[in-house]
Every structure is written in structure tokens, then in C-alpha cells.
């Protein structure tokens, strides 16, 4: 039975109009708004066709809410579920309004909706194909030291390109630009803009391709949908009638068109209730999401605002130390930093007496904030020691490693896995698959180049991945690669038509089980060079098929196999070398992929006890642990905007350290206002907003914390990064002030 706080009564008590929520984490907002959806399905008068709409983030956010109110429904109200309320993710609500009434924004009855995955292969052939053709590009923006460098023009450029293009057609299309509106723009100015011209071109190839598929992305569908309630107001009546009231979830990461539709779905005097966290909003700079919007609406007129400030998550020193973060915010040292309002109150409270989920019992010495300088590998010692020690003592207890990017992440995992220490992976893709995409990319590289001895040794011993941890066989098996790689000409080994060097090396009767073993070995490859020429998804099962046992593995082969066939759809030009290089960028997580068991949106920190989960403070969010560590906190992973600060979107062999993503972007801007672009000017509050935005995702991460809480901090690989500002802070805050509170 949901027994609601005082604070949760305030919202539960809305009857009508708008309403605005700030929660703080921990606060059971998902619950309190699944509670007040299902309220309203089982109290208000609902005529025929009439239902409660509830708009959330994510597909799993959406499931969660549906079994949430199924519950309430059936426990406390006595109700049937699945009547009388719609649940939806955003984009879903836009593809369910863009279907009804496709013809009226020039779509087909049969239009698709691409995925990420494919948006991103139609990206990445229209910037190569701006590249080739551009090959004077990069003389604008290189700094002298990589200007005449080959690897930074073929492949960090091209990468940075890339990265523009997308931000580019993202703002594009939250601003409802068309390529044909800019190019008309740009046709008409007198100012060079070319960062803007470079994106642009990209654009247009990009929608050429969607065009030649008859399909749109997830972006257009955000766009079109507001097109078609701007165009067809009877229709936009109906909608109104059908969905009443209106529950948002998750609102601090809506982004300017998705508000919009859900202004025009509730109308002047309609019931739209927004519930979210603004000190939470950590996707602003890759997506066009924005706290602002949420934050102006809590203060518009005739909005009822609330407050879910009552947290049972985490002890009360960890909610001090929380609370002092946003203290320290709200007067963060620099002015333009706290301009933009990075964390606000409300400050966390704890839960009231006699609350069914109180919080833990305090303990301020499970907290660490260490001030040590590490190396990274020192970094990860320390806390693999730490693991160790805490482990066996805690098996009924959860544990998670957060670190700010996925590559970070799958440093750590190797070095568990090195240590002996149980973990689950909840990264962008898992070790499992990456592993699986490199044992691909090997033996399709052997393919490429057949006569190299050295491939041949290597791919054995990839054949051999299963036998990694046993002393004796991993001797034998570099004992078999030694001689492998000494065959002056490898069709000696596999179409010997003389002496056949297996017969010269081993003996068929005294060493039976090697030769046949070998003979195998020799059948494979074989079957492997006389299927290189199949089509490319193909010649993955047909090498998976030989390679992989477990059921996940050959499942996430199966994925890759789908996606090289798609691959080879858009660049009908490729070989086995551009199949070897697209599996490479996906080893090495530069391409959005995602194998069997990847897709972790549900994931359930409880069903791993005793494991150490390792995650990205990005994916952390909404969950929480028992003991957690936020890592690698630096000036480069979490800057303030200090001069000897670092950003990542500032390219190291970009001159004067722009960043391009911005400066397009800007660019973008002074096209379509008329207004003067001055360069670099992009690059300084990009700066600021990133700096926000990662004070944001530091609060996050010490919340996800129950029970203890350890932060470390590195040096980086050159050894030149320092603690970040604010860790500096509250670890100095904490030492004289907030463990004795």
C-alpha cells in the first residue's frame, strides 16, 4: 500500500490545471506521479475514448510507470488495468500523432523511422564523402604542429567532422530547419561561414539518404508531429478531448519542440502536470535537451508549484554533503558559472519519522573523499585494495565503480578481472561484446592479407580463446604460434602440395591428438578463405559459427552480422578492408552498437549483490547502491572553467582551442538571425555550459550513494590534471565542518 509523505500529499491532492514538481533524488517521484495517474483514471469522470496520458524519457522509464499504475489500479482501487491511460515515451506520442495525419507533412501512409544506429551509418557515409571531396578542409583549423600530419587529416579529422555534422542537424532540426531553408540563407549572406557550409553539405546528403528510404529519424518525428498540431487545429481538438490531462516525467531533459507539443496537447487551460529535477539535467550538451525549460515553467503564473524534497536514499551525511554541493553552487567562484544556475535548491531533506522507507542509519565514516594524487592506475589499485577488503564482509550488499566515461569503465572491468573480483558491466557495450567485434575484426584482417604468417599464428591463437587461464595450454599454444609465424610460405600449412609442413612438425602417431587438432584448425581457416567472398553478413556466421560456443556471443555476432549487412547497404563500394575498419571503430566504442544483453535501461542494481557493477555516471542515474565510488574527479572530467582547466569538446590539433561542435553551432545561429559570428566567442560558453553540466552530473553520482561514499581523483596519462574544484571544496568542507554536524 503507498503510504504518501506530507510532501507527496501536496501533489497528490492536484485536481486540475498545471502543476510543476521539483524532486530531489531519491524522492520517489516515479511513484508519487504513477500513484496520481492511477488516482485520476479510477476518480475522474472519464467519457468514452478519454484517457489519462502519461509522456516519459526512455522505453523503460515507460514500462516501469505502466506496471506502477497496473498495481495502484488493481490494489487500491479495484480497477482492471490497462484502461483508461495511455503511457508513451516522447517519441513514441510523436510517431503515434505523425501517423495520423502523415500525408499533411509529405510523408507516404508507409513512412520508417530509422534507429540511431542507422542515422549514424547515413552520418558517417556523408562525411566521408565531404571529405574525400574536401581534402583542403582541415588547412583552416590545424594547429601547425598536426597541419601536415596524415593520421590527424584521416582520421581525427574526419571524426571531428563528424561530430559537428551531428550536433549541426540535431539544432538544425530543433530549430524546424530544413537543408533547403539554410541553403537559401546561406546563398544569400555575404559573410563566410564555413563551418556552417561544411555542415550543411553533410545535412543535405544525410536527408538525401533518409529521402532514398523513404523514412525520417527520431529527430523529424519530434518536429513533424508539432508541424501537424500547428497545421490541423480540428485534429489537434480531438487530441485534447482524448487525453485530458497530461503526467510528464522526467521533465528537466525536455527539450524546446517536445515542450512545445505538450503545450499545444494541453492547451491554454488545460491539466499538464511536469515532474522532474533540474540539478539532474546531465544530457544538455549531446542532446537539445535544457533544464530552462522546466525551471520557467515552476515560475510561470497559474502554475501550482511542488516541491518532493524528502529523500529516504541515502544516510544524512551523505544528504549534508549533497546539500553543501548545491550550497557551493549557488556560489560557485565563478560568476559566469553561477549564472547558469548549475544546482539549486530545493536541498535534499531526509524522510520524516516513522517513514516506511527511512533512511539508512547514518555513519559518516563510510565517507572518503580522498585527496591523493594518483596515476590512473594507481587510482584503480587503490580501489581494487579497497573492493577486497570490503566484499567478503558485505556478500548481501550492492556495490557500484562510476567513472565518467565508457572507456574509463572498460579499464576498470580489465583491471577486475585481472583482480579475481566478480563484476557486471552496465557501459555503452560490454566487454563480452567488444571481445566478440575483435575476434571478428582479426580473423576478417587475417582474410585481407592470406599469405602473412603472422595473421595466421594470430588468428590460431584467437581459436584458442577458450583455453586463456590455463597455464599448460596457453604454453602450448604460443608454442604453436612461435612455429606458425617461422613458415616462410603459408600455403605450406594449408594447401601443402609437396611436404606438407603439418606431417614435418607433428607426428600423426605419436602425437595423435595435436595433429588432428591442428588438421582442424587448418579445415576452419580453409572453410574461412573460401567464404571471404560471400557477402559480408555471411562470412560472420560462417566464422562465428566456428569460433563462438556461448549463446551470447553467437547472438552478438548475429548483431554484428546485421549491422555489416547494413554497412555494405550504404557503402556498396566496400570491401574486407572497410569491414575490418567499421568492426575496429566498434571495438573501440566509436560507433554506436550494441551486442546481446547490451541494453541495460532496466537494469537492477539488486539482482547483483556482491558483484561490482561498473557504469557511467550517465547510466547511474536513477539508480543507487549501497557503497558506491565516483572516480577519476579532475579538472578534465569535471572542469570549473579555470584557465588551466581542459574541455573535451576542444580538440587537441584544433588551433586556438575551438571548439568546432560550438562554433558551427553559433555559426547555425548568426545565419539564421542575421546577427554577426565572432569566432571563438561559442567556444568560451560552451565552456561554461559543459562546466555546469558536469557539477550537475557530480551531484548525480555522490547521490546514487545509500551507505558510503568514496571519491578518488587522477592525474590523467601526461600526469598534468588536478582535483576538481568542487571535490577540493567539499573535501575540505567535510573535514572541518560536515562529518561532525
Known sequence: MFRPRPKQREVLAYTGGRMGVSAVPGSGKTSTLSYLAARLVATVDLRDGQEILVVTLVKSAAGNFAQSMARYLKNEFGLLPGLGYRVRTLHGLANDIV??????????????????????????????????????????????????????????????????????????????????????????????????????????????????????DFQDLIRLALRVLELDGHYLE???????????????????????????L???????????????????????????????????????????????????????????LIRWSVNH??????????????????????DPQGNPPDQPEGIYLRGEKFTPDEERQAILQSLKKWLPEN?????????????????????????????????????????????????????????????????????????RGDEEAERAIESIVTELRAIPHIEDFLWPRGTDWLDSKVSAAEQPDLYEHLLQFRLRVRRWLGAADLPIDQLILTVAGDVFALTSEVATAYNVALHLRRFAELHP?????????????????????????????????????????????????????????????????????????????????????????AEALAQLTALMSGTAYVEGAATRTARTDYAAERLRLFYVGLTRARRELIITWNSGRRGEQVEARPLAALRGWWEQEGKRS
Request: net charge negative.
Open 99 to 216: 501517423r495520423e495525419r502523415p500525408g499533411l507533412v509529405g510523408l507516404p501512409e508507409n513512412f520508417s523511422v530509422i534507429d540511431e544506429r542507422e542515422a549514424d551509418d547515413i552520418v558517417q557515409e556523408a562525411v566521408e564523402t565531404w571529405v574525400r571531396a574536401n581534402p583542403a578542409a582541415p588547412d583552416d583549423y590545424l594547429t601547425e604542429d598536426h597541419f601536415a600530419n596524415a593520421h590527424t587529416r584521416t582520421h581525427q579529422w574526419p571524426d571531428a567532422v563528424k561530430s559537428m555534422a551531428q550536433n549541426f542537424i540535431r539544432q538544425a532540426k530543433d530549430m524546424q530547419l530544413t537543408e533547403v531553408t539554410i541553403r537559401r540563407q546561406l546563398e544569400r549572406g555575404r559573410t563566410a561561414l564555413p563551418l556552417a557550409e561544411m555542415c550543411l553539405a553533410i545535412y543535405e546528403q544525410y536527408e538525401r539518404g533518409l529521402r532514398y528510404r523513404g523514412a525520417v
Open 266 to 324: 494541453a492547451g491554454t487551460d488545460g491539466n499538464w502536470v511536469r515532474v522532474g529535477d533540474p540539478n539532474q539535467a546531465i544530457f544538455e550538451t549531446f542532446t537539445t535537451a535544457n533544464p530552462k525549460y522546466l525551471r520557467d515553467f515552476l515560475h510561470e503564473t497559474g502554475v501550482q508549484a511542488r516541491t518532493l524534497p524528502n529523500s529516504g536514499r541515502s544516510t544524512a551525511s551523505i544528504i549534508r554533503l549533497a546539500n553543501q
Open 333 to 354: 567562484p565563478l560568476v559566469e558559472i553561477r549564472a547558469r544556475q548549475p544546482l539549486t535548491e530545493p536541498f535534499i531533506e531526509p524522510t520524516p519519522p516513522d
Open 573 to 661: 563500394e566496400s570491401n574486407l578492408p572497410e569491414y575490418v575498419a567499421e568492426l575496429t571503430a566498434i571495438a573501440k566504442g566509436k560507433r554506436n552498437f550494441s551486442g546481446a544483453g547490451d541494453d541495460d535501461d532496466a537494469f537492477d542494481p539488486e539482482r547483483h549483490k556482491g558483484k561490482v557493477t561498473v557504469t557511467t555516471m550517465h547510466k547511474a542515474k536513477g539508480l543507487e547502491w549501497d557503497r558506491v565510488y565516483v572516480m577519476s574527479v579532475s579538472n578534465y572530467d569535471y572542469p570549473s572553467g579555470d584557465l588551466f582547466d581542459t574541455f573535451i569538446g576542444e580538440k587537441w590539433f584544433i588551433r586556438d582551442q575551438l571548439n568546432l561542435d
Open 395 to 467: 556478500p548481501d550488499k550492492t556495490v557500484a565503480v562510476l567513472l565518467p566515461i565508457n572507456s574509463s569503465g572498460a579499464n576498470m572491468v580489465q583491471a577486475l578481472r585481472k583482480a579475481g573480483i566478480e563484476y557486471v558491466e552496465n557501459l555503452r557495450s560490454t566487454t563480452g561484446t567488444r571481445a566478440v567485434v575483435g575476434t571478428l575484426a582479426h580473423i576478417v584482417e587475417f582474410l585481407v592479407n592470406p599469405q602473412e604468417s603472422a595473421g595466421l599464428a594470430n588468428v590460431y591463437r584467437i581459436w584458442r580463446r577458450d583455453d
Open 238 to 264: 480531438r487530441l485534447r478531448e482524448r487525453w485530458p490531462y497530461i503526467l510528464e516525467d522526467e521533465a528537466q531533459d525536455s527539450s524546446l519542440l517536445q515542450e512545445q507539443i505538450l503545450r499545444r
